[in-house]
């Protein structure tokens, strides 16, 4: 009973765009309240089991569940997220927590739509190893939409715009941080983090999924409200009690999967709407989410022609992959080496 349904079909997108129309974007935030990961894929939950049924022995079916539950926390390398909140997970956690759920129901057949858009490198490796275990066990899984053979090569910084070197040496402090801490119950994403971003720079965010870079983004718009609990300047103007958040939002633009999904629109519309807003502080977060080479080329082209145009916006892009990264992104912060030089510096 309940051992094996028919086909699934997971698209990631689709799934992940049904949980941000929900209260997600408020419940990443302003709550760690919700499911843990653990409950979501539990027996009961994963098969709707009414905890009020009688008559029915679960005690087999229930033990093959934990059995294959163990198995792809271990081929999935999602132990670390089973206490978390459903609602705090990244793009990339949440896909991998997704595909552990559906692969628990024990489908005949699984297809997979476009699963590794928003996955680093390593979580990529992660996912193929598994498929091909899986498969090994029995299961039939099909994927669509992403080719596990374009390997990703390390972000590096793009070739610099002298309009902008210029401009960066002395131009005015568009956003900066002091020794900003984040927590969320024991795990901590910062410690002491300090960034200055000045008018005309280009910056790469770069670091695993789960690293901190949307929240990062979050403590620059405003979404989340650490913000306040820390020395967070944006304009020149101090997080505080009583603060106007519009007056900076009216100057910043930004381009998220989150924002996407939410809006239901294209990337390419999102981009266009940010660039009508010509803002002073543009936060690319991965905004080729969901194209095929040709069209996130065209936008890639697009993007930095209007960066090109107007050098005193300062830019934030988060990518995964080389090619999603505009021309003209010459500085990293990379959240992975900052917590590497600090966890030294402690030992």
Not at 184 to 196: D, E, I, M, V
Not at 301 to 307: P, V
Request: charged residues 35%.
């Amino acid at each position: 009973m309940f051992d094996e349904e028919e086909n699934i079909v997971v698209d990631f997108s689709c799934e992940q765009a049904d949980v941000c129309r929900g209260n997600w974007l408020e419940g990443r935030y302003y709550s760690q309240d919700g499911d843990c990961v653990r409950k979501f894929l539990s027996y009961d939950d994963v098969f709707d089991i009414c905890p009020f049924e009688v008559g029915v022995n679960h005690r087999p079916a229930r033990r093959r569940h934990r059995e294959l539950l163990e198995r792809v926390i271990s081929l999935l390398d999602i132990r670390c997220l089973m206490a978390r909140s459903f609602f705090s997970l990244s793009n990339g956690e949440m896909r991998r927590v997704l595909f552990a759920r559906a692969i628990l129901k024990k489908p005949r057949r699984l297809i997979l739509i476009s699963p590794l858009e928003g996955l680093d490198a390593e979580r990529r490796k992660i996912f193929a190893n598994a498929i091909d275990e899986l498969r090994k066990d029995g299961f039939d899984i099909s994927v669509k939409g992403n080719s596990f053979s374009d390997e990703m090569a390390e972000i590096k910084p793009k070739k610099k715009n002298k309009k902008n070197s210029a401009l960066s040496k002395s131009g005015k402090i568009v956003v900066e941080m002091k020794d900003v801490t984040v927590r969320f119950g024991r795990r901590a994403l910062f410690k002491k983090l300090s960034w200055t971003l000045r008018q005309g720079e280009r910056w790469l965010l770069r670091g695993a999924n789960g690293s901190g870079k949307t929240t990062l983004l979050a403590l620059i718009t405003g979404d989340s409200p650490l913000a306040y609990a820390n020395d967070i300047k944006v304009f020149g103007i101090p997080r505080a009690n009583g603060f106007d958040l519009s007056r900076i939002r009216k100057r910043i633009a930004i381009v998220s999967p989150e924002m996407q999904s939410y809006l239901d629109k294209a990337p390419e519309e999102m981009v266009r709407e940010a660039f009508a807003k010509k803002p002073d502080l543009i936060l690319l977060d991965e905004p080729c989410f969901n194209l095929d080479g040709r069209k996130a080329k065209k936008l890639i082209s697009d993007i930095g022609r209007w960066l090109d145009e107007h050098p005193k916006a300062t830019a934030i892009c988060v990518a995964h992959c080389p090619q999603h990264v505009p021309p003209g992104f010459d500085k990293i912060l990379d959240l992975e080496s900052l917590k590497k030089q600090k966890k030294k510096i402690q030992e």
